[in-house]
């Protein structure tokens, strides 16, 4: 055996209150750590960059500690013998928002916390588990505690780190070199800024215009937090972690430094501690310390399912791809997985210097993010750039089911199509343990308690769909896939075959001309680019990485309708009974980037209200009042919309109800309706 863990319980309570989940009955939370020793020459592990330079216990062996919280039925017995994992999103526990529409916590303990309980009455054991070794404490977050990398002679391990840095508002002069304040930075080995390079542009393929050394320091303010009488009492310190800009950084302009840094976290081991965490709760029934599975004997569990959205959702691609789904002694650990929001990314953590929470490579913000490289589809495929062909499923006897789903913005910001054709714009044929499901007009994140339209530096509103029906529904067909062999609907996505995946030509012809409205110059494109190979080499730090600019992938969008709503898909009711055009990407506003596409963001344009403002605006989409007449008429579309998501496969009984109520009175105050 080569790799050891362990359990130590801290906390063990009621959860919500001891309220009864149906038959299920009670549940109760498990808090506590993971210590994880694993063998650095065992295949297991091998895979691991930088694992021969990890360090090392007096046995031998590479020691890393997880935190771990588990949400499990009282009487076990009463459960559905079945684990689902979270992959938290930046160490945030995300699954009980998105799956019971619960007030988020990352301490969940009250009835609030259980939202709708759907999880806890299908007798889901909840199993919130970190990953993410850079992440600094704070708000609840799961942690990782990994080691450093060593060059054999006990010396730091150094090299070139590259971060991006946009501030959205005026008067920012600081940043973490991370660029995030939640994030463990790569501390630089010198302070003399003429050993490092800052640069800035209006936009990501922009020349870069270099920013004298003179004009920027290694520093931060040491605040206290009040004031002596003549102003803020602060002062301004060197710091190997932070960059400071006294004339402070450009709303919207990106700034680039490339510097020396040191010390590189074996990022890669985040895997292995999902991996022997999620084996050991599925086969074990002794700890290498002899306490008991905390879920119970062995047989106990019989199957695991994991989520993750985002962040996470590329997480599960790379655990996936590379191979950490099958344990240390050849075993299937994951039986099924629910990457969300992923688009065609993954790959960026397993490497020297990884910052694991850098964005997934949008148009805008950190453009050359090696996130989404080849290959991107489930499907075996050959890059044309290279010649390669590979695949993310392709150990049958290990590989788990996937259901993988995205919104729009993957197609615009992600590079999404590419999940589901080749580096050339083709159509693959899907894989048979792989479905694919287009949540259509849909945006990146969709909080199932929105109250009310907002904007961020945008153009538009954000998108206002809510989809955690479509979730669960999902997590129900994959269940069914895993346990009875009953095939989940066939997938849904756009394709060019049948001309509802396009070219941003055809696009543009499609979309409505609203008035006064910015829409996209293009989707983010994906140049080939050469990063180097990751055992060498964090290939984050590259100065900048080479772009072939002659060479690249093809990315392609949803068609829309007369309405500028994307056709082919899943149509939540909101999308198919629309009061608005709803869409997967969001333009910056005036002064921070305006026209770039804003982060992970979609829109919703209301539509007009009744046919006199229709007329007044020049607006060519049809008024509410013209789909509907009146609020009661709305909310019969929802109910027709739901009825056809359930017959379909694609949404719950239990939620044609709650659709129902969200559309009572033109679904307000969600919705940017004037009408009385």
């Not at 210590?35 to 694992?51: C, E, M």
């Not at 942690?143 to 150094?158: E, H, I, M, Q, Y």
Request: charged share 25%.
């Amino acid at each position: 055996m080569t790799n050891f863990l362990s359990i130590q319980i801290t906390d063990r309570r009621p959860f919500a209150g001891g309220e009864a989940f149906g038959y299920v009955g009670p549940y109760e939370r498990i808090t506590g750590r993971v210590h994880h020793r694993v063998d650095p020459s065992a295949v297991a592990q091998s895979g691991v960059t930088d694992i021969a330079l990890a360090e090392r216990g007096a046995d031998g062996l590479v020691h890393f500690t997880q935190d771990l919280c588990i949400l499990r039925p009282a009487d076990m017995r009463l459960g559905n013998r079945r684990v689902f994992f979270d992959w938290g999103n930046r160490g945030n526990k995300r699954m009980l928002q998105y799956f019971n529409d619960s007030l988020h916590s990352n301490a969940p303990i009250s009835s609030d916390h259980a939202g709708n309980g759907f999880l806890m009455r299908r007798g889901y054991t909840v199993v919130f588990g970190a990953w993410q070794g850079d992440l600094l404490p704070g708000d609840g977050r799961m942690l990782l505690d990994l080691p450093l990398a060593k060059n054999p002679d006990g010396t730091p391990v150094t090299g070139k780190v590259r971060t991006e840095f946009i501030a959205n508002g005026p008067g920012v002069t600081t940043f973490t070199l991370s660029g995030r304040g939640s994030t463990r930075s790569h501390p630089a080995v010198s302070l003399d800024t003429a050993k490092a390079q800052l640069t800035r542009r209006r936009y990501a393929k922009d020349w870069r215009e270099p920013v004298p050394a003179s004009d920027w320091m290694f520093a931060r303010w040491e605040n206290a937090g009040g004031l002596d009488g003549l102003g803020a009492d602060r002062g301004l310190v060197a710091s190997d972690t932070h960059i400071h800009l006294p004339g402070g950084f450009e709303p919207g302009w990106i700034y680039e430094l490339v510097y020396e840094g040191r010390d590189p976290l074996v990022m890669g081991l985040g895997h292995v501690a999902v991996r022997d965490l999620v084996s050991f709760l599925k086969y074990g029934d002794r700890d290498t310390q002899g306490q008991e599975n905390p879920l119970g004997p062995v047989g106990t569990i019989e199957k695991a399912y994991g989520y993750g959205r985002s962040q996470t959702g590329r997480c599960i691609r790379d655990f996936i791809w590379r191979g950490f789904n099958a344990d240390h002694e050849n075993r299937r650990v994951f039986d099924g997985l629910m990457p969300h929001v992923s688009g065609a990314g993954g790959k960026w953590l397993n490497q020297r210097f990884a910052n694991a929470v850098v964005a997934g490579g949008q148009q805008h913000e950190d453009h050359y993010c090696p996130a989404d490289r080849f290959p991107f589809a489930y499907t075996e495929s050959t890059d044309h750039n290279t010649g390669k062909t590979d695949a993310i499923l392709k150990r049958p006897e290990t590989d788990p089911l996937v259901i993988h789903t995205q919104t729009g913005t993957e197609y615009w910001q992600r590079r999404g199509s590419l999940v589901h054709t080749d580096s050339q714009g083709n159509d693959l044929p899907d894989h048979p343990k792989a479905r694919l499901y287009f949540w259509s007009s849909t945006q990146h994140t969709a909080d199932p308690r929105l109250e009310k339209p907002r904007k961020a530096v945008t153009d538009h509103y954000l998108n206002v769909t809510q989809t955690s029906m479509l979730a669960r529904a999902m997590l129900d067909a994959l269940d069914k896939w895993a346990t009875l062999g009953t095939e989940p609907p066939p997938s849904r996505v756009p394709r060019v075959a049948d001309g509802t995946l396009v070219e941003m030509a055809a696009w543009r012809r499609q979309f409505p001309n609203i008035p006064g409205k910015t829409v996209p110059g293009e989707p983010n494109q994906l140049p080939h680019m050469d990063f180097g190979p990751d055992e060498a080499v964090g290939i984050l730090a590259l100065e900048p990485p080479l772009v072939h600019a002659e060479h690249g992938y093809t990315i392609l969008v949803p068609a829309v309708d007369a309405d500028g709503n994307d056709i082919a898909g899943v149509r939540c009711p909101m999308v198919q009974a629309p009061l608005g055009t709803y869409v997967g990407w969001n333009i910056r506003a005036r002064g921070v980037g305006e026209g770039a596409m804003h982060e992970f963001s979609g829109g919703y344009i209301p539509l007009p209200e009744d046919e006199q403002v229709r007329a007044a605006t020049s607006d060519p989409r049809r008024s509410v009042v013209g789909r509907y007449g009146t609020p009661s008429g709305y909310i019969a579309a929802i109910e027709r919309a739901a009825g056809l998501l359930v017959a379909e496969g694609f949404m719950l009984e239990e939620d044609i109800e709650r659709s129902k109520d969200r559309a009572k009175d033109w679904g307000r105050p969600l919705h940017d309706v004037k009408l009385p």
